[in-house]
């Protein structure tokens, strides 16, 4: 673990989070970036941001890595003030934009080198590793690459001088399965190395199999932050059980969490929240021949916290 | 820096060739055709009106070094390597902000001041290769014609250059600092530098505009080809460059990094 410590005034050490923002504003002129954006992610963690597009995650983010500069408010990084200390800042972190480029002519490799020698950095095994595990062509010309593979190579330079903070913006678009899985284990291992990451994605499963938190923005304001099982227990799965009878649908009713519940001949369809154990012992009673259980979408994700929050 | 000057040196690795080899084969093929039209066209001149020839700095052209910046240095060359300096100095911030490059780098340990100063320099050395480029293949055609073109005087006249098209880099430089699009950078400086141009070839057809001139670069380019470097004007001129990219730097920090 790389813990940051800072000394509180009665003299004790207290660990600093990773991210910590204050009432974050960013505004374009009239139009709303984010607004009021408080968040703190702890060292160690990992952190998705979940939100539809325009929701203002790569402002977000952008802000945070000191691409833009704040309307108000404030943000630090392992203490450090996002503006003023951005460089010390970047020295401890790596970071893959939402759409990796670095000009049509130079190479993976050309462009690992001008990062390796700004970073002080002269041995890249570690990147040679990572192009060996995510099968990146680091000889070609990053244009004639496709975006995916545009991607692979700035996973690399995100990842290549093992730092302490990882910010990734939508960083399985463009990856194949394969790929994504690839990712998903490059970010368990990061984390039990101790890295601290921050994730923005439309993925809600990608989000779901790695993160440890869930923050959830809409129009520019984050409007929940979740524990991963507590998001997943709240959000409506669709399931779809063909019995081999018909049977009295009052018992699944009955069932807490269960709504929407329909019947067509020996198929019945409903919805299910929260706690799932209750369900699956009702239908056992039954003689089942086909059950299916969808996950629910990030849309659906969406909508259980815009249903409850406010506009 | 050095690692980022270099970087971008290597982005624009081509443009010595693109750019320095069809001016250089340009002036060798003027100097090289220069003995063998030099009689008639010192008839030819002396019949010009004095207005044009004064508007373009065509003296007698009784010598290969008038002619040179007849032909080239008094408009060509200053043109084309201001408008390459435009080019480079925002490939290197604009255009780099709209690749994505300028993301990446700065996720690395750079200042942005650092990222504007390195690509002013790799401008200000590509530029100097590319006229160096062209000063060479000059010097080339002369030799092989026999036009007897004094090493020290296009030395003179290829340098003169240089300051001129770094303040324009500058000014490149400045723009980034109000808008991120490559486009729009290059339009506007390259609009500046004709203007600038237009701006010295009205004062010096009309004399009774002569104080416009001073609004222009061009009225402190001067002849150098023929009477040497004027050390003053070119001091001053790059001197200038540099507090313009200064100011631009300054515009670059302050500004959102979104295209």
Known sequence: MFLTPRASRSGSIAHVPAIETERLTKFYGSHRGIEELTLSVQEGEVFGFLGPNGAGKTTTIRTLLDLLHPSSGSARIFGLDSRRDSVAIRARLGNLPGDFGFGKHATGREALAVLARLRGIERTDRAQELARRLRADLTRPLGQLSRGNRQKVGLILALFHRPELLVFDEPTSGLDPLMQEEFLALVREERERGCTIFLSSHELDEVQRVCDRVGIIRDGRLIAVERVEDLVGRTQRHVSVEFAAPVELDELRACPGVSSVQAEGVTVKFRVAGDIDPVVKAISRHTVVDLEFARPTLEEVFLTYYEEEPR | MIALV??????????????????GLWSA????????????????????PHALKEAFGIGELSTVREYLHAEMLSLIVPLAVGYLAVRAVSSALSGAA?????????SAPVSRRAIVAAGFIATAIELLIVLLLALLLAMLGSALAGAGLPFSSALAGFLNVWPLALLFAALGIVATGVTLRTSIVTGAVAGVLVGMYVLDLVGRLDTSLDGIRYASVFRYYGKAVEEGIDPLSFIGVTATAVALAAVGAVLFERRDLSV
């Not at chain 2, 093929?29 to 010009?48: C, D, M, Q, T």
């Not at chain 2, 709209?98 to 700065?106: A, F, H, W």
């Open chain 2, 6 to 23: 270099i970087a971008q040196l290597n982005e624009r690795r081509r443009s010595p060739l693109s750019w320095g080899l069809p001016l």
């Open chain 2, 29 to 48: 093929f003027v100097v090289g055709i220069y003995p063998s039209i030099e009689s008639a066209l010192s008839k030819a001149v002396r019949n010009y």
């Open chain 2, 98 to 106: 709209e690749s994505g490059r300028l993301d990446v780098l700065l």
